[in-house]
């Protein structure tokens, strides 16, 4: 078996297993040790918590936001880009299409290059953040750099595979391979936020919005 | 015998060719350059080199019918008529129709499909990356 | 949770009866909740600039997501799912363990629960809230500030903080009564376990020992107001320290007796002296350790005042005080009591001078009294130092005046004024009340 279709086949597996696995055993801890609710919440707002993850998820939505024109637009391009880019690109969907048959709609080409830009330009500015903002220094841990890092490298050597630009075939296997490991660190790293935001907002929301009259966003 | 039918069915074609002056070889070359912009448009990967004769080489135990296929209504099924091989495109279009994937797939399924099958069953096979079909010039 | 007793603080334990301890308490006080907002932080630092301390001083320490990593440390190292159940991660003796330094520190001197980091936090984290696990669990070890032990003893046995009998609280009343009658009229007095009335009126113990005129203030609010209100034996302590322990069970055993006072009495609704975390508790917390709402409307004082005003009630001369005049919001009052509005409809009634802080109402800052800081001594530097936030804020106004209403903020401002100079007055918001009644 040669580096390609082992990064292709096997290692794709194994990542995506780890980062289903590793998600359901990190959401079904939560569920499971937290069982009880030892605290009730006689005054929980559903609708509140619905409002407080909806503002959080509109650009310029919440307070913090509101406050930082730079950072906000940024950040939301990020999200945006790095979420709607692996899915639907074409290279991508063509490989889904390869192993099971089925594919969806896909981004041109001018699209593609664009959010590859917006994720480079977004994981320098994070870097930048947490190396030269104080209080952003001040809670970083390793983790904390090494995870934009991987990102970086990830979208940049996807976009010199997509446009081959260096040797194509070593570019391809490890921008499949480095990619792997970023997801397969989903579920044991700080990008589990993704799994745990909507719960701690909606939380957050159902007791200080509505009931408390403290708008969290 | 499939030589004599397939030189005549070559010249057949080759004259239809000429006569409907299309500019494109249908004849069997060495290389044929798989760019459609006409069912395609804007392309996002460079256009595909194939080399037929090589496949032809390649595949002589599998015949053309490893590639060459018709949908047959009467038994629902694909079936490959010597001497009836036609282009790719003549069927599959931009977008699929019923169980006929669209050209772009259809050129995945046979090229990366082969190759990646090949290369499992440690054969000589072809690229099954991107960028070794659609090389950059 | 209700049904438990007070539950004692055991200063004296054995390495084995503290990791036992330690897991009690954690099963009891985490959640999903809990789970979801302790994961959830992506250390983005926003937090930083939300709370007092670090505004004060740009130290690591005082950043809550910090905060919260030493009390994730600490539940690495002892109930993490898969390493506690390795007999080579056998976790330390908790009461040699340096990370529970830390995190006294962090639980208790660097952090007032104010909750102004959880209203900026993109992810949601209430950071206040899990902070809470930390004092929780440092409570099981006996490791508490001096200050938050002895109050919470002496109410516990006799109902008050300050010890005081039940005849000293109606000796007290009694002269107050005396005195007001001057001002009031002859033929005033003051109910004392009066049936069915429609207000229980909660008193600070303070008021009654050491700062009468505060309760003078009081009363005469009420009084003018026409309320049919009573005073009680059975229970005249807002204050509740026990929850700043981290102990929700002893916090409930204090909130109770208010509670039952009001079934003895039978009165229609509580109304509380000014008190940030007494209001909190009350209104809010006890709901959810008894998991159902309250059947009758517990107020902070000043939610009366704005009705009464409403209602024409209550008539204020304006401007008896000079302004400009400012209002700091009690974090517990604003922010996680919900009480924004109504103290700011009634100083406008009073002043034409009134001035916001920046910022104000729920996005406030807290005074750097909070969190029972203010109830220990030792703590008088760290609070000078972290009032420093609010100093500022106080300074940009230009405010003659501070009003808050909140026993714990008015000390702290009090003592920011001097140490950093404002020139200020601080005001209870009954104080410049019951002075303008007309």
Known sequence: MDLYELVRGPLAVAAFAVLILGSLYRALSMIKVGKKAKMLYPQASISGGLRSILHHLLPFGASYMRARTVFTVITFLFHMAVIILPIFLMSHIVLWFESFGFLWWELSKPAADTMTAVVVIACLFFIGRRLFVSEVRQVSSASEYLLPILILIVFLTGFCASHQWGPYRPMLIFHIATSEILIALIPFSRLMHMLFFPFSRAYMGAEHSRVLGAKDW | ?137 | MASHGASTLDMNLNPAQAVDSLQKIYRKYTSRKFFAMLQACVHCGLCAEACHYYCSEKKSDFIPANRIKRLAAVINEYFHPLKSKLPFFTPGNPLTNPKFDGLYKAAFENCTLCGKCALICPMGINTGEIMYLARALLFGLGRIPSGLIGPVQTTLTTGNYLGLSGEDFIETVEWIAEEMAEDMGAGFTIPIDKEQPQVLYIPHPLTLRDLPFLLMSELKILAAAGEDYTLSTHDFDVVNYAFYQGSKENAFQIANTTLQAREKLQAKSIALAPCGHGYRILRWEVEKMLGEKHNFPIYSLVELIDRYIQDGRLKLEKDKFEGPITYHDPCNIARRGGIIQQPRNVIKALTSNFVEMEPYGVHNFCCGGGGGLASTADFGKIRATMGKAKAEQIRKTGAKIVVTGCFNCKTQIRDIGQNYDLGIEVKSIVEVVADSIR
């Open chain 2, 1 to 137: 015998m499939s030589f004599f039918n397939r030189k005549f069915k070559f010249i057949g074609w080759s004259l239809l060719c000429l006569l409907l002056q299309t500019g494109t070889a249908f004849a069997q070359e060495e290389n044929y350059v798989l760019a459609h912009q006409d069912v395609f448009g804007k392309m996002q990967r460079p256009a595909v080199h194939f080399p037929h004769a090589a496949h032809e080489e390649a595949l002589s135990d599998e015949g053309c019918g490893a590639c060459h296929h018709v949908f047959d209504e009467q038994v629902k099924k694909l079936v490959y008529t010597e001497g009836e091989e036609q282009e790719c495109k003549t069927c599959h279009g931009l977008k699929p129709a019923g169980t006929s994937p669209a050209l772009r797939e259809a050129y995945h399924k046979s090229c990366t499909g082969c190759h990646r099958l090949k290369k499992k069953n440690i054969e000589k096979s072809g690229p099954t990356t991107c960028g070794e079909c659609h090389p950059k010039k």
